[in-house]
Nanobody, 124 residues
């Protein structure tokens, strides 16, 4: 069993920045960030392969950056130029397989390990 723990959420004004961290208890394959806003379906935000190939949802491209430190089994999500619509619970997921050189094809059901979530609120 792999434990996944997120940190770094909080409240910020529009245009601000936050950095989320996700630590896994051992090395995993794909790692990803999902988010779920109140009353909405869960959305894939960003993924990263073990070799650090990132992919992003169109809604966050150019504003969010995903990175990982394999020595620490940790993935980060740097979120800049935050908007009110980024408000959501953010979940880290780990353990899906790489397919065709990317993690973007993996669905939420493909990830066996999940964190408890960290709240991000963007409001003036």
């Amino acid at each position: 069993q792999v434990q996944v723990v997120e940190s770094g959420g909080g409240s910020v004004q529009p245009g601000g920045s936050l950095r989320l961290s996700c630590a896994a208890s051992r090395d995993t394959l794909c790692m990803a960030w999902f988010r779920q806003a109140a009353g909405k379906v869960r959305e894939l935000v960003a993924t990263i392969t073990p070799g650090a190939t990132p992919n992003y949802a169109d809604s966050v491209k150019g504003r969010f950056t995903i990175s990982r430190d394999n020595a620490k089994n940790t993935v980060y999500l740097q979120m800049n130029s935050l908007k009110a619509e980024d408000t959501a619970m953010y979940y880290c997921a780990a353990g899906a397989a790489v397919r065709h050189g990317t993690c973007w094809l993996a669905t939420a059901a493909s990830y066996p390990y999940w964190g408890q979530g960290t709240q991000v609120t963007v409001s003036s």
